[in-house]
């Protein structure tokens, strides 16, 4: 979700999903996780221009994560994470909060992924684009909570963008992100999942940008087959003049076949960006369509490998076929 609709492919989320118990004892948990993920990747490009990206390796993602319960009382934990990204040659701190937690839920704070980092229901790894492009869905000063009950969830997120005095040289816990809110409201019934997701932001994008949008996600599973939609709208105004602006409407759906260790997926976007003025964040007015599938094979729980196909239409550009082969490894 940094990206204008020209470069088209998303990031595939890179959040572990499997886990190492490293401590457990006298309360105490602390729990690793990771991922490393690879592709031969070529992207979308104008097929007239002088230009083009010549396919490659893609060191698509990395993630470390550590993180530790600690029961405090019956009723109550502490909970912390420390987490990095790796991406390219770059190392960066990524996660690194404090919380409490219970049956109340949990709220952490420090420098943590927003609710909204969790929006999308794509079924693409890099040739699908994104619903809603939110600009910023990670602070270093945010302010989280979670709910959960297994049939209703909700979530909110505050980052609070505080500056020091001048000339205090505190700026270790600053980067003049912005300010954001966001909010996830959602519920499981059976085998259906619907959520929505609501988001402002202010002094965007270097400062530029302030950011107003809603995306609506329905998911449905049935047996070997799963299905999933969203509609969401965005609109991004100038900080110093608001009647640039762009607006965009942006829809998906997509579905999946799982048969024994293999599963294939199809799926379908559209984004509709209207400019006033100058525009804000995305310049180009016009339509774009996006269609791509996929194969993935499990071969291990934690190891997977997949292959992709995407195609991309915009207005007055004429896209060359995107196609990658990849491998995850989790742990």
Do not use: C
Not at 30 to 59: I, K, P
Not at 176 to 181: I, R
Not at 279 to 294: C, H, K, P, Q
Request: zero cysteines; proline letters at 0%.
């Amino acid at each position: 979700m940094k990206k204008t609709l020209l470069a088209l492919s998303v990031l595939a989320a890179g959040s572990a999903q499997a886990g190492i118990n490293l401590y457990d004892a006298n309360g105490v948990v602390v729990d690793l996780s990771g991922a490393a993920e690879v592709q031969y990747f070529q992207n979308y490009v104008d097929s007239d221009a002088s230009n083009t990206d010549d396919a490659g390796l893609h060191l698509d993602d990395g993630d470390l994560q550590l993180n530790t319960t600690i029961a405090v009382t019956d009723q109550l934990n502490a909970v912390a994470g420390i987490g990095f990204a790796f991406e390219k040659r770059d190392v960066t701190n990524d996660e690194l909060w404090v919380g409490i937690g219970g049956d109340f839920g949990t709220l952490t704070f420090g420098r943590m992924l927003y609710v909204s980092d969790d929006m999308g229901i794509g079924k693409d790894y890099e040739l699908g684009f994104d619903q809603i492009d939110f600009v910023q869905t990670e602070g270093n000063e945010a302010i989280k909570y979670i709910f959960d009950n297994g049939q209703f969830y909700f979530g909110v997120t505050h980052d609070l963008d505080a500056k020091p005095a001048s000339g205090s040289g505190s700026s270790d816990y600053l980067n003049n992100d912005g300010t954001v809110t966001d909010v996830r409201l959602g519920a499981r019934f059976a085998d259906f999942d619907v959520r929505g997701y609501y988001y402002t932001g202010e002094d965007l994008n270097g400062g530029a940008t302030d950011v107003d949008a809603y995306n609506l996600e329905a998911e449905y599973v049935m047996g070997q087959f799963a299905f999933a939609a969203s509609y969401g709208n965005a609109e991004y105004t100038s900080t110093t003049n608001g009647s640039n602006k762009s607006d965009v409407d942006v829809f998906e759906i997509n579905g999946s076949y799982t048969m024994g260790k293999n599963t294939f997926a199809l799926g379908y976007n559209r984004a509709d960006n209207s400019v006033s003025g100058t525009g804000e964040y995305i310049t180009t007015s016009g339509v774009t369509d996006n269609v791509y599938a996929n194969v993935t094979h499990q071969l291990h729980s934690n190891v997977k490998v997949y292959g992709e196909l995407g195609w991309a239409d915009q207005d007055e550009t004429d896209f060359d076929l995107g196609y990658l082969v990849g491998m995850e490894v989790v742990f």
